[in-house]
C-alpha cells in the first residue's frame, strides 16, 4: 500500500508560480512512477506530467510543457510539480497518483492510488 497527500495549492495571481508536493508513505514508493492530473470545476480529470520511479523519464501534456517541470526526491519520498506562469485556465484540483505502470501513463485507469488533492486558483 501507498497512502500519498497532496500540498502546495494556493490562490495566486496569473503570472506567479506554485510548487506542488506530493508526499508518500508506504512500502517501496521509490519503485513507483508518478502522475500528476487536475480537474477543473464541471470539466474530466486530464492528465498533467508524469514521472517514472527513477526520475529519468518525464512525460508533460503540451499545454503543460516549458511551464511546469516535474521531478522527484526518493530519498524524501517526495514528487513536486513547480508550476510557473500560472493562467486562470489552470485554475483545478491537482491531484498525484503512482502506478507500478509506465505503459497508458496519460490515463487515470492506469493509477492505482491517489492523493485527496488540492486547490490551485489562479486569478486573472
Known amino acids: 500500500q501507498v497512502q500519498l497527500v497532496d500540498s502546495g495549492g494556493g490562490l495566486v495571481q496569473a503570472g506567479d508560480s506554485l510548487r506542488l508536493s506530493c508526499a508518500a508513505s508506504?512500502?517501496?514508493?521509490?519503485?513507483?512512477?508518478v502522475g500528476w492530473f487536475r480537474q477543473a470545476p464541471g470539466e474530466e480529470r486530464e492528465f498533467v506530467a508524469r514521472?517514472?520511479?527513477?526520475?529519468?523519464?518525464?512525460d508533460y501534456a503540451d499545454s503543460m510543457k516549458g511551464r511546469f517541470t516535474i521531478s522527484r526526491n526518493n530519498a524524501q519520498n517526495t514528487v513536486y510539480l513547480q508550476m510557473n506562469s500560472l493562467k486562470p485556465e489552470d485554475t483545478a484540483v491537482y491531484y498525484c497518483?503512482?502506478?507500478?505502470?509506465?505503459?497508458?501513463?496519460?490515463?487515470?485507469?492506469?493509477?492505482?492510488?491517489w492523493g485527496q488533492g488540492t486547490q490551485v486558483t489562479v486569478s486573472s
Open positions: 514521472i517514472s520511479w527513477t526520475g529519468a523519464s518525464t
Open positions: 497518483a503512482a502506478t507500478e505502470r509506465w505503459s497508458g501513463g496519460r490515463y487515470e485507469t492506469t493509477y492505482d492510488y
Open positions: 508506504g512500502r517501496s514508493f521509490s519503485r513507483y512512477n
